[in-house]
C-alpha cells in the first residue's frame, strides 16, 4: 500500500492590487505611509505641540514587507500602428487602474495587506514578479 504525499501551502506572501487611482494611494495603502512630525516646546509653558512636515510619502519597504508600485499596466489590443518612419509596432490600451504589488515576509503585517482585499486581483500572468 502506497501512501500519498500531501504537501501543504503556505501561507500567501505575493499580493497583486488594483486601486483606481495613482491619487487614491495615500487614502487606500495609508498603514503603510509615513508622515513626519515635529515636535516644539513652549519656552514659558513647557507644553509640547506637535506637527506635520512635509507630505506623507509611502514606506515601500520594511524588515516584514515589499511595495512594488507597478502603476499603468498596458496590453497589446491586437491592432497595428505605424511610426513616422514607416516602422509597425504593436497597438497596446492601458488596463483599468493603478497596480501595486506587495510581498510579505512574515505575518506582521499580513493584516494591513488582506485589509486590502477588496483591490486584490488574480492576474494569469502578472505583469511583474518578485525575484
Known amino acids: 500500500m ?5 504537501i501543504e501551502e503556505g501561507p500567501q506572501i505575493d499580493f497583486y492590487f488594483s486601486i483606481p487611482s495613482e491619487s487614491d494611494m495615500p487614502t487606500i495603502l495609508s498603514a503603510f505611509y509615513q508622515q513626519d512630525t515635529e515636535t516644539t516646546v513652549d519656552a514659558e509653558t513647557g507644553e509640547e505641540t506637535t506637527t506635520n512636515v512635509g507630505d506623507p510619502y509611502l ?19 491586437g491592432g497595428t500602428l505605424t511610426d513616422g ?5 504593436p497597438e497596446t490600451a ?3 487602474g493603478w497596480h501595486i504589488n506587495i510581498r510579505l ?3 506582521n503585517r499580513r493584516a494591513d495587506v488582506e485589509a486590502l482585499s477588496a483591490y486584490e486581483v ?10
Open 2 to 6: 502506497s501512501e500519498e504525499l500531501i
Open 94 to 96: 492601458a488596463v483599468p
Open 122 to 131: 488574480t492576474p494569469k500572468t502578472p505583469e511583474r514578479v518578485w525575484l
Open 85 to 89: 518612419d514607416g516602422n509597425e509596432y
Open 105 to 107: 515576509v512574515g505575518d
Open 59 to 77: 514606506v515601500q519597504y520594511g524588515g516584514d514587507y515589499a511595495i512594488d508600485v507597478v502603476g499603468t499596466i498596458y496590453k497589446p489590443t
